[in-house]
Nanobody
Framework: QVQLVESGGGWVPTGGRLRLVCSAS????????IGWFRQAPGKDSEFVAA??????RTLYGDSVAGRFTISRDNVRVYLQMTSLQPEDTAVYYC????????????????????WGQGTQVTVSS
């Protein structure tokens, strides 16, 4: 079992940028595909981005494509967020799916087995 920890959240003005980091407590992430999801108050969970084990494949949600970039090394997964808008305000969660496939990556919550506690991102003018 892997324990995920998100960091890097906070307040940012509209149009600003933040970088979120997902790391594993006492472990590495090289055996996991990693996804980022977010949930705003009163809204359903939304897929943000995902990356496979070897960083060759990425997926993005429609609302963040072109503004957010997911990347990784063996220890951490990063979500670089640019041109942030108030509608990006949410709690952001990273999630891990253990896989032996180097190519596997998905955008459905049900595919992920482990979740972090989340980090709040607030965007306002």
């Amino acid at each position: 079992q892997v324990q995920l920890v998100e960091s890097g959240g906070g307040w940012v003005p509209t149009g600003g940028r933040l970088r979120l980091v997902c790391s594993a407590s006492g472990s590495t992430l090289d055996n996991y595909a990693i996804g980022w999801f977010r949930q705003a108050p009163g809204k359903d969970s939304e897929f943000v981005a995902a990356i496979n084990r070897i960083a060759g494949r990425t997926l993005y949600g429609d609302s963040v494509a072109g503004r957010f970039t997911i990347s990784r090394d063996n220890v951490r997964v990063y979500l670089q967020m640019t041109s942030l808008q108030p509608e990006d305000t949410a709690v952001y969660y990273c999630a891990a799916h253990p896989t032996t496939s180097p190519l596997r990556v998905g955008k459905n919550r049900d595919e992920y087995d482990y979740w972090g506690q989340g980090t709040q991102v607030t965007v306002s003018s």
